[in-house]
């Protein structure tokens, strides 16, 4: 039976690492704050005592850290990891974390002998405790397949997207799309409103049709209450587009919308938003402020 | 009992027509082509001989014709609505029209004595026969407030709009959005695919998401195969683009990503792909051809 | 000899109308306030009591007058040129006028049998002076034949450009492009100082280059002083783009820059800029006020 | 009396140095390949034996060399200036080089004791010819002044534009108003010529007026001919505008224009069109190819 390592219990982390062992897996725990492993030991799960002893006694061991500086020392820190990986062993990162540092643990993981995934995570605490997580998973193909029926656990779409580093594209051209939807609806309720139309009944006819969407539903909402309590920054927002643009660079590729929508968010951090939610854009577009 | 009139009854105007009578509204019909009439007076309505009748003898006279030459000769054609409404007697045109047509038939019936209501509908075959329609009603709202019982049910969604013109001007705002959300997804998708992701799996995370909409997953398919069969022309998206600028320039309004949309389409329509479904504007922005 | 009329003598006709006589043409002159046509008289003139009777009694009866209204009442007032011209004698309208009232002058000269040349200028008070205006022709061709030598006097440049409205697409090609060149004069300037760069070694780097224009010499003046007296109105010049754009609408011409530059201006109006000079989209670019 | 040091003797070095011989000033010269010293030893210059000799006997040594290759051997390779320099003597690189290499060199000659300046030029070889090169200087301010008798033999303009790095700023400012001046021009013209207007008159009348400069006049006569021999490769346009607009993010200052015209050109890549000149950039708009 595949032994299952599990490091960092955080509020992801102990959701996703209960549905492993609530589907009946065996589970090595191991947390920087040992007590946080408690409740997972109640569910059956066995606590070990440093990452370097998961990795040497797991077939595969998750990973779900805060940032990157985390996400580091686990794997390159003292009794890390890196020291106790090896024989093919899989890792597999589902923090989120930045291009760079997913390079360095994938490096020091296969130095080690053994074998890495990237598999970063859409979706928030309610998902993780529903298991119905949306994993991008890129990297070792054949380390894919043997944690696939984790994955299933602890999401309900969880694609292989190829070599390290195509989680992160998909990611930009997820966000780049959802950038440009956002200004191309902010843009209509600012339109409607100025030509008399009111903007709950603007939402409502968007919302019985073809393009309803849950996002459009949620930042609707907080656009029509003037109020934007911040659940993704509208600077990371357009960051993202920033880099996705970068991305269309390399192959030549025209994204028109894309840098319309760019230089609209960059407005938006020139008016001083850019630690509001990024429907505040809509301000920056609106002009009233 | 209220009287109800329904002139037109092709493809849409016989199943809005069908679930008044369905509903026992007592029901007179008239269609330029009389044997059309037959179905719906099997199921109870009554046969009249011209618009006129209709308007004359009717509380609320319903209209669903093919075009503006249509909507105008019913009208003020021989034997038409003009000569038969008055005291006060609604005339409802639930036919897509422009403003200018749209405000000639309200002058005509005002000046007869009746008022007027326009109420264009979103929706096809299937939404018509359901009474799921979404009604965009603007004009007399007296009238607005008498015809609700039969509006709810030939849709799901009718909202008073405000005076005429104002459902036109909904109508532009949801296409703009949408123009400008087809644009993104088009970039977006063009983007992850040089960028080695496969499509289908971006669909699939797409479709998984807090984005997810119906368009996006018809029109992704579509795109996908790379065939386009024309439900909404790519000109007349470009067009509706055009003229939501041209409302915004009126209230000095911005709209930056609508204005990127829109000569993107136009280069679609420089590359000749006019008269396919607005998402071959796919083909413009990933440059294959 | 050929005859020439001149209707209007305000700041720019009396100057075109006086190197016409230094010319030693036979000019004949009429202006509403007649005393305005003493100093032509000096000059040796021929004072005319109406437009009528200049068009009847010249060969080409050249107009510059202030506005649309005026340059209409000139010819279907009573006394006017439709009164007098006739047997294919040349009327040739300089005034600025939109489409509209150009193609109305033209159909009422055409309908008294004369012929018509459509002839607005570029230039102001000095090149009218100078004789260096640039004098934009479009319609009757054997009438810009005939005009020529006249039009030499009064102008350094006077291609024909073809039929009636062709002048008027000239001038919003022209004025489209200065519109880019703003924008992108403005964004250059901002980001530049921005970065920590003087204003004026950019400009004074500028100048000394293969992009040195005049126009940026003296907007770029007025940009880094921060004072904006009106010589062309914000306003105008986002109209003018608005026209271009819906111009190239037709032809299914994408036009990325001008639509930006077009939003760009649209949302200096937004700021309340529309009566200040053009260059005040600077503002708006800039984001300091 | 000061003395001069020059390296690297190409076409432009070669001007540059014999401007400063001309000038009576004391100057040793030296070039990767001897014998091209030969004509400026016998206008009056000293030959020495190699970069760390110039260096070492010179109070300014000027440098102007192929590539940043060449502009990094010459100061860390064998015999090179950081060998010689040192007791606050002034190295003044005037190659075009990336901001990486002009900061290696820098701390290269900071570290050996000696004073540094960037100042690539802007100019091709007959400005170099005839002293009239733009002279983009930037780092060490007291050697700026000292070398100010020297630039002005050399250039018509040379100013100081601060720390190490603005040089690069002005050259990217400056080169992203000339790619939006480029594609507004290009649009006017694709434009004009669509809607009747002939391309040549177009340019006459443009070069007529306020908008006049060198630029249009030379690339406007390429676009009518259609041939774009390369002056500017479009490839390094497109790279400057998206390293413009990647400054413009680090201060959130939008740039809509240039953004625009960073698509165009992109598009234009995504055509085939990298290496052509950046004139080309108008068969990608006016979708004639």
Known sequence: MTKYGFLGLGIMGRAMASNLVKAGFEVSVWNRTPNKCAPL???????????REVAATCDITFAMLADPAAATAVVLGPDGVQAGIGDGRGYVDMSTVDAETSAAIETAIRQAGGRFLEAPVSGTKKPAEDGTLIILAAG???LYEQALSAFDKMGKLSPYLGETGQAAHMKLVVNMIMGGMMTAFCEGLSLGQKSGLDGQQILDIFMAGALANPMFAGKGAMILQGKYPTSFPLQHMQKDLRLAIALGDKFAQPLSSAAAANETFKRARQLGLSDEDFAAVFKAIDGKR
Chains 1, 2, 3, 4 share one sequence.
């Open 41 to 51: 030991v109640e569910m059956g799960a066995r606590q070990a005592g440093s990452p």
């Open 140 to 142: 070792d193909q054949s």
